[in-house]
């Protein structure tokens, strides 16, 4: 009962049933009317903190930090000029500030005129502002210069030392949202054109701008791209059929594809990332190769006489098969991105997996009935205007039959030549080398560290051993010098914490007294000092405890692997701090950015693994033959390798964009060794021979099969025209993959069923 | 603290300006000589105690004197601060570190300055007289029991205050405030609360002898408990100057 049952279910799947227009037009109309509304609800969110798993270490540490101190989270602004000490337009910052402090995601602003200077007198101490806005009119803006630079904590931080420059430093409340980052830096924007200061604004950086910058660059690329590689694979597939019809039917079946998935995000409520949002533009591509294959098989019933629907129907049964399996291994390529540990990758890896599902459904379901009804008009003779890939195809698999062990043998020794380059491949996350080196981004973080200090955040977190950990003086004292071993790293332009506030205390209670600029010797007199300490800033170094602290460092490098570099030598440093009773940790920007390098470099090797292991089960299961399903996966990982290779000689890191590459190149390539290799086991179930078997199935399949893949990688190449480098390198890496699996497919896959085929034949004579 | 502080809490409509001057001109007596106990209170941990002495003095040409001596722990026995506000506003502040044995002026127009590290800012504990803002009569809201009348202060300078503006609920009969709202950067949330949890009239004078303080940002929050507490016991003027700062010996004879 149970076996019938499932028989009929895998007849119903394996021979689709044509549907009624009617029903097929409803479903297509349903799908974008519900996904067109549910698109309206899509939250367009790039925020750092989604690549992060809210399980990894970093992260959590990072929510105990923020649960305590303020977010390290900051928009810098960098005002220059001659004039930046005048009232006028120390006034007009001071507004701007007072602008943005009243912005509701905005926790405090740092400017010139909104800090505390601590200061001594003879018979006093004081904790005053450094510039006092509301005197702007006393004194003048030399003396207010000379009062900046003479400050502990100003010079490089929010002034330079040649008094050509000021910053305000704006810090955000935790943040969610990308819009919310925009928002703020508009904010900051409208701030400074309505205080007339926009002339002096010569740069904007900080993660939020960084943030900002990225969903810009993203929804432009969507808005962009997405059309485009539409409009490019319909281009082309009206080059390849030469007929208007289908064209217009590859569109519906586009736009269904696209607008179903990016619904099924905002469904979800998951965010659409710069990772998800590269979705529409691989699903619509790869679409168009499914399409393809489709009308290709149409055409060949048209050519054989058969007239609608059952060309129609006759056509689907000669693809629907390969087709199939092709769906559950590109599937797999996609699903295996969800062993990538970092959330966006793992939505783009389910997304595209169900996109693909979607896309079976869409092109062997709703497009044969719209076939059937409005495809009347005759087909082109010649073939289109890939005719000339059929002869190609055939070529190079004639070249590959013909020097078998050449062809295999040269491959083998290209590889290992090649290994020390993919080698080279570095896991990578600098979120400042997704822009060009002309974009404003990188020039304005460029031109603040330049003129001020490195705009990473990274925190030295240390806990004591209780309540107060932080009121002993000798502990304070060692803690001290290891800041100061920390500060004198070349990477560290900056670092703050307590002592330093403890340290200008002291000073200042001492009539500024520079001997006394160092902390006390007494724990009596420490728990004086913090006892009167009226300012904002120790409690955002020290909690309310005094059991945990920590040391604020701004940091020069982007990259995670340079700010690991830097990790490791503090944590170098810290080994040599005798007091086993402190924990110490890194944290902030620059520790999350460090950690996701592991698990970019993990969830590559996962996500590969599990690419590798579903796509060979699917070959077994399909053939059910070992040696097949080895052959069939060879040429597959050629290209990933040379990807790599690729990778590996010009220093494109693995990163959130590129470790998409692997999944999708093979889950895409093998899509082909599938059409080819069912063709060749067909062909040698009838008793053929291998050579010739393997000849036919290359003209009967080649011209598809080239025709897709220079139609993907037409398409996966406009996206390198992107400025965006992840769009870009995406784009470059997918179609140099895609297209190296194509020559893999027709040189090395004859040549390896050829060099099969002999060593059967010798292996059975050698039986016998 | 909390009488003083909610003395100069209240403060235009007409009715507003005149209830703001009741709570003002509230009796309170010619001084007054508190223990009071000092909780920092933080979700999850164990409350920080502090115990301090307080001695406050009202001159008859309108100068008040206040004199805080902390008691316990021991690492910050004997430090001290003296705050007095002259009858025109003006305020000096001096503060004293036993480990140091060191008098120092400290900057009395501060504002937003956390008051040891508590949730009160320096000018929470200052004289603000009436004048200082614009009052008005929201209207009547019950509190602990109590119809209070809600009173609303914004500042006449904006640059006088660390508040944007202050709600008031004040009981009729005590004129003393049962809860204020204080609003800084939003003038709709508050950002902090102080409520009275306790109320008595000794010698006749309407005193608050427990409050709390909290952050509503962090939760964060500071319980003021008065131990014990005398009025009127003729506190001389050398009690508020800096050399009784300096010298504990000179105000132990005055302690409750």
Redesign the interface.
């Given at each position: 009962m149970l076996r019938s049952w499932l028989q009929r279910i895998l007849l119903r799947v394996t021979q689709p049933q044509l549907l009624r227009r009617r029903p097929a037009m409803a479903i297509i109309l349903i799908i974008h009317l519900i996904c067109g509304a549910l698109l309206l609800r899509l939250e367009l969110n790039n925020a750092p903190e989604l690549y992060f798993p809210s399980d990894a270490p970093a992260t959590v540490l990072e929510r105990e930090l923020r649960a305590e101190f303020p977010n390290d989270e900051i928009l810098i602004a960098l005002f220059e000029g001659d004039d930046l000490y005048s009232s006028e337009v120390l006034g007009a910052l001071d507004r701007v500030a007072g602008r943005m402090e009243a912005h509701p995601d905005v926790d405090r602003v740092f400017s010139v005129t909104r800090v505390d200077h601590i200061a001594g007198s003879a018979d006093g101490f004081v904790v005053e502002p450094l510039i006092d806005p509301e005197r702007l009119d006393e004194g003048t803006a030399d003396e207010r210069l000379q009062r900046v630079l003479a400050d502990r904590f100003m010079p490089g931080w929010l002034a330079s030392r040649d008094g050509k420059v000021l910053a305000l430093v704006v810090r955000t409340h935790k943040l969610q949202e990308s819009r919310q980052r925009q928002s703020v830096e508009q904010a900051l924007y409208d701030a400074v054109g309505e205080e007339a200061v926009d002339e002096r604004l010569t740069a904007v950086a900080g993660t939020v701008a960084l943030d900002a910058a990225q969903l810009c660059s993203m929804v432009r690329d969507t808005l962009v791209f997405t059309p485009l590689v539409m409009g490019l694979g319909l281009a082309l597939l009206y080059w390849v059929v030469g007929r208007i019809v289908p064209i217009v039917i590859g569109a519906v079946a586009m736009s269904t594809v696209v607008i179903a998935c990016v619904g099924l995000i905002a469904a979800l409520g998951l965010p659409y990332t710069l990772v998800t949002a590269m979705i529409p533009t691989l699903l619509s591509a790869y679409t168009v190769g499914n399409l393809l294959h489709l009308y290709a098989a149409l055409k060949r019933m048209r050519d054989a006489g058969f007239r609608r629907p059952k060309r129609v129907v006759f056509a689907l049964q000669s693809v629907h098969s390969p087709a199939m399996f092709n769906v559950l291994t590109t599937a797999a390529g996609m699903i295996s991105l969800v062993l990538v540990p970092i959330p966006p990758i793992q939505v783009f890896g389910a997304i595209s997996a169900v996109g693909v599902v979607v896309i079976y459904f869409v092109v062997f379901y709703l497009v044969p009935p719209l076939l059937v009804k409005y495809d009347r008009g005759p087909w082109p003779k010649s073939g289109g205007g890939f005719a000339w890939t059929k002869r190609i195809s055939y070529a190079f698999a004639s070249f590959g039959m013909r020097r078998a062990g050449w062809v295999v043998g040269g491959a083998v020794v290209l590889a290992v030549a090649a290994i020390p380059l993919a080698l080279k491949v570095q896991a990578e996350s600098d979120l400042l080398k997704f822009f060009t080196a002309s974009h404003p981004l990188t020039q304005s973080t460029d031109r603040v560290e330049r003129t001020l200090v490195g705009v990473t955040a990274l925190e030295i977190v240390i806990d004591g051993p209780g309540r107060d950990a932080f009121k002993d003086a000798k502990r304070l004292q060692a803690i001290k010098a290891l800041q100061m071993q920390v500060e004198a790293l070349p990477e560290v332009d900056r670092s703050l914490s307590m002592m330093d506030i403890v340290e200008e205390m002291h000073w200042a209670f001492n009539e500024e007294d520079e001997a006394f600029r160092r902390l006390p010797d007494d724990d009596r007199l420490l728990s004086q000092l913090l006892l009167i300490y009226d300012g904002r800033d120790l409690q955002e170094l020290v909690n309310n405890e005094y059991q945990r602290m920590r040391i604020l460092l701004n940091v020069n490098v982007h990259g995670a692997n340079e700010i690991q570099g830097v990790i490791d030598r503090i944590e170098a440093l810290i080994a040599t701090v005798d007091d086993p009773a402190l924990k110490w940790e890194l944290a902030g920007y620059g520790r999350l950015f460090a950690d996701q390098e592991d698990l970019l470099v993990v969830g590559q090797l996962h996500s590969f693994l599990g690419a590798f292991g579903q796509i060979f089960l699917i070959m077994f299961l399909l053939w059910r033959s070992l040696p097949a399903a080895v052959i069939g996966m060879i040429p597959n990982l050629a290209p990933l390798f040379f990807v790599f290779t690729l990778m590996g000689g010009t220093g494109i890191p693995l990163d959130m964009a590129t470790v998409l590459i692997a999944g999708v190149v093979l889950g895409i390539t093998v899509d082909d060794t599938i059409h080819l290799f069912h063709n060749y086991l067909a062909r040698r179930e009838q008793g053929r021979s291998v050579v010739f078997s393997v000849a036919r199935s290359f003209e009967a399949s080649g011209r598809a099969v080239v025709a897709i893949s220079l139609l993907l990688v037409s398409q996966f190449l406009l996206l390198g025209t992107s400025s965006f480098v992840p769009t870009s390198n995406f784009g470059l890496l997918t179609a140099t993959g895609l297209l190296a699996g194509q020559l893999m497919e027709l040189l090395m896959l004859p040549a390896l069923l050829v060099l099969w085929g002999r060593f059967r034949t010798r292996h059975r004579f050698l039986s016998a | 603290m909390s009488g003083f502080l909610l003395a100069g809490a209240a403060m235009a409509d007409e009715a507003g300006m005149a209830l703001a001057q009741r709570v003002y001109d509230r009796l309170d007596g010619d001084d007054a000589t508190s223990a009071v106990t000092m909780a920092?209170v933080?979700e999850g941990?164990s409350p920080?105690l502090r115990s301090m002495l307080l001695y406050r003095r009202s001159a008859p040409e309108g100068e008040v004197s206040t004199l805080i001596r902390?008691t316990e722990p021991a690492?910050?026995e004997g430090?001290g601060?003296l705050t007095i506000d002259a009858a025109d506003g003006a305020s000096n502040q001096w503060?004293y570190?036993?480990?140091?044995q060191?008098v120092?002026?400290?900057?009395s127009n501060?504002k937003?300055?956390?008051?040891?590290?508590s949730d009160y800012y320096?000018e929470d504990l200052r004289d603000r007289k009436p004048s200082m803002d614009e009052h008005r009569l929201l209207g009547r809201e019950v509190v602990d029991g109590v119809e209070c009348d809600v009173l609303e202060s914004i500042p006449v300078e904006a640059?006088n205050s660390v508040y944007k503006r202050r709600v008031s609920w004040i009981d009729p009969a005590s004129h003393l405030p049962l809860r204020i709202d204080f609003f800084e950067?939003?003038p709709q949330a508050p950002s902090k609360r102080l409520r009275v949890e306790r109320r008595e009239q000794v010698q006749g004078y309407w005193t608050v002898m427990d409050s709390t303080l909290t952050d509503l940002g962090s939760g964060?929050q500071t319980r003021l408990t008065v131990r014990s507490i005398a009025y009127d016991r003729s506190l001389p003027e050398r009690l508020f100057s800096s050399k009784a700062l300096e010298d504990e010996r000179m105000e132990r004879e005055f302690r409750p």
């Open positions: - | 920092l933080e941990r920080r902390f690492d910050i430090t601060l503060i570190l036993p480990a140091m060191r120092r002026r400290v900057d501060r937003g300055g956390r008051f040891v590290n320096y640059g950067k939003d964060h």
